[in-house]
């Protein structure tokens, strides 16, 4: 079954609808996929501020994906991203602070 997601109360709902077909209790599933209770709760109810890293492994343990429909536009230039990986984001200097080179 397909179901589009458009809001993080959406994605929650069929989360929370595959884990009770699979007679999951919210702990339970919480515990294999290596999050907790808390978290999945909070996920379950919409949780606009969960860490995607962590709701991902929870949609695995589920059995569920994520499919995202890109443009048919993008797809050189996704091809050329995943060619050369992802790079190491440069540390951003807090505000105020002066770098040893500026000193």
């Given amino acids: 079954m397909k179901v589009k997601i458009a ?3 959406e994605l929650g709902l069929v989360i929370r609808a ?3 077909a699979q007679g999951l209790r919210l702990d339970d599933a919480a515990a294999f996929a290596g999050v907790g209770p808390v978290f999945t709760g ?3 109810h919409g949780k606009e501020t969960v860490q995607l890293g962590r709701v991902l492994r929870l ?3 589920l059995g569920l994906e994520i499919v995202i429909e890109a443009p048919d536009a993008a797809a050189g ?3 050329a991203l995943r060619s050369r990986g992802l ?3 440069k540390k ?3 505000p105020g ?3 040893t080179r500026e000193a």
């Fill in 7 to 9: 809001t993080p109360a």
């Fill in 18 to 20: 595959a884990r009770r």
């Fill in 42 to 44: 909070d996920v379950e």
């Fill in 59 to 61: 949609l695995k343990q």
């Fill in 77 to 79: 230039e996704l091809a």
């Fill in 87 to 89: 790079r190491e984001r």
């Fill in 92 to 94: 951003r200097r807090k």
């Fill in 97 to 99: 602070v002066a770098s």
